[in-house]
């Protein structure tokens, strides 16, 4: 498959994702300032949102920019991920009406494990095609990156499926914390070379 | 016609058709998780309207990949196919708040001829155009495509135009099931040098 | 400035006004099939919205294929022609409701004007930027289009403005005819060398 | 990081952002024409928003394609610019249903000045970029564009806050003029290589 029209594809789906999430910012009926304040809870849930789309972006350029060979299967992985991630606009917005409500939180939390099984799976498939193709050094790369370790490392997830589903409980609000430290620990650390890509 | 800026001006609309699909995904006014349960029904139309995309969307770019020149005849009949292609989240929309109905099920079904006899015209411009460029190999690599050789048979069509009218009458969700074994039957044989397009 | 980036943008652009006009198409609460008649004349409305915009993409994607140089003059123009096209979508809905009303048919010819005028408003800057960079041909190509001369012949514009203003007052619904005969007679015919632009 | 996929993305999010504004736009229940002169405000607010992308698309064009090399912090700083924008239809729909009302009018600063802030945050981190890629060049054109000389100017915005405080306590649909001279004033004028930039 042309690598070229996939990358462009799913970057115009992306982009709608993380712009639709504006459409939830209603802006008041009043003209009072103050009544603006309603909308805060929205704020930081779309701030977490775009926070988690920026990263998803970087890692998934990072991937692809490593690939030279895109096969039907990661085209189909591909979707699934895009089909997950179209998710989290929709938990944004209910979360963003509810930061510290439980059903929003626990809906969130699907969506997140999803998100984080499709991203593996595609992450996976990428690793198997460049093997298949003859580019060990694309596979390992992938291997390397910090957001494939630290879902690969079950014994992580375990971890932070039982802290999640305990602040689900007792503190729902603190899963957002959660995905937000999860979000700054891969965002922050990458590849050295991912800098140093060039048209 | 620039082939290039066709390819991206199609893509930008599939990826705001695909997407625009999850704005009818609504969250609820409750904070109950149960509350999202009545969401169930458009999950599964959005699946299937997601996979649907996912399909075309490969299906169209393997034509246009094997092609090298794009006529205004293949241009209007691309815009035909999107117009028609427009209206798949209408019908997710309807069917995904009543799986079961008639009414909604019977205009799925009309969208979908259309959107096939569309589709076929689209192919039948491109293998003209590449037979008319002295491509007989691109004319030849479309017309033996499974998607092709499926709508080109008029007597699978009419066998599944009855099916489907008779589950209409007695269970319209059925239609559904018709769609995706379709869909699926359509998506899992590929020529096998989709697979090796390279940019 | 780069000619490929204001492209992809004008694209974008164009595909998100191509497919908003789609939101506009309500499915109905209610599961007859019947009632989807009610959505019939918004069906014709979207259809000739379509063509529109399917044209004027034929014809700006034909300018710029001539074109080597964008200047900042070019860009303001091409901004302004895409600020008066986001009107379409508009004018489509409101005629959509009421496809014999004055009120909406008013608005939409107003916004056709506009549309025409900010048109050729940017052809024309296409021309002169074509000729202060040394490319004659290009300029003459541009001159040569049917849509060009179509608009800078003032008589049928006077004409058509005549024409559509009597329409107005009798039967406001003739006014969507002349836009499609216009639509299509600029469609059909085209410099022949629009079918032999290759990447 | 690759250049061409990361202006590719924010041009689809910036397309987006100033389509959306067209959304806001209602189309009146009524069939009177004169129904629609209620839209004039945010017709007015609408227009001042696609002036000021215009503008932003623009310098944010110029900057990256002077720029050779992107760095994950010029990623992360585009990311920014582009979450305060996306404000920008949110501040747009509010004042356009009340243009000299205080509380959009508060609103809409803080946005224009967050987004202030995001931009020059941009620039300067291309600057920073280009310097250590060895390119002063680049560093040296992106620091003589007016808009950033425009912002690196504390005492210039300095009083432009101030005037603006004082408009928005007396009349504050003034604020939306200034926003207007200085949009102009950014775009009226411009580094003269900007027009020779080709693909």
Known sequence: MKKGRLEAFTDAILAIILTIMILEFKTPESFQFSAIYSQIPYLISYAIGYLFIGVAWYN??????????????????????????????????????GLNEQGPEIFYFIVFASWTAAYFFLSYQLVKANEKDHQPKAAAAIRSMVIYRYIANWKLDLLQGIVTVVALVYVPALQMVIVVLMIVFIGARFNKDSDHLID
């Open 60 to 97: 998934h350029h990072y991937m692809f920019a490593k690939t030279r060979w895109i096969s039907r299967r990661v085209y189909w992985a591909n979707n699934m991920w895009l089909f997950t991630t179209s998710f989290v606009p929709v938990a944004t917005a209910w979360v963003g009406r």
